[in-house]
Nanobody, 122 residues
Framework: QVQPVESGGGLVQPGGSLRLSCAASGRTLNTYAVVWFRQAPGKERELVAGIPWGGIILYADFVKGRFTISRDNTKNTVYLQMNSLKPEDTAVYYC????????????????WGQGTRVTVSS
């Protein structure tokens, strides 16, 4: 019912910024919890940030103070503003959505984008 599509990844220098977008077709995202996961080569997929339809947004400790997640419901889009990027932020970033509350387990999510690659080069 929801098809997320990520964009905005690319190559940046350490300390640089990127804004990732998660645009959805189908049903609107405003009733879903929407999250960003990332997966680096050889590592497990990890939750980066999440924004519910209502309630408190969630950030992983390793991005607090650097990343900001937001919604624009008129565009059916969720953004992840990434500042002060570090080489360890290099990963494929995925947008995922589910009804109900935010969960840290990727298996809980029903809808996934194909990912957008972020490379922080140093």
């Amino acid at each position: 019912q929801v098809q997320p599509v990520e964009s905005g990844g690319g190559l940046v220098q350490p300390g640089g910024s990127l804004r990732l977008s998660c645009a959805a077709s189908g049903r609107t995202l405003n009733t879903y919890a929407v999250v960003w996961f990332r997966q680096a080569p050889g590592k497990e997929r990890e939750l980066v940030a999440g924004i519910p339809w209502g309630g408190i947004i969630l950030y992983a400790d390793f991005v607090k103070g650097r990343f900001t997640i937001s919604r624009d419901n008129t565009k059916n889009t969720v953004y992840l503003q990434m500042n002060s990027l570090k080489p360890e932020d290099t990963a494929v970033y995925y947008c995922a959505a589910k009804a109900g509350e935010i969960r840290s387990n990727p298996l809980e999510y029903d809808y996934w984008g194909q990912g957008t690659r972020v490379t922080v080069s140093s």
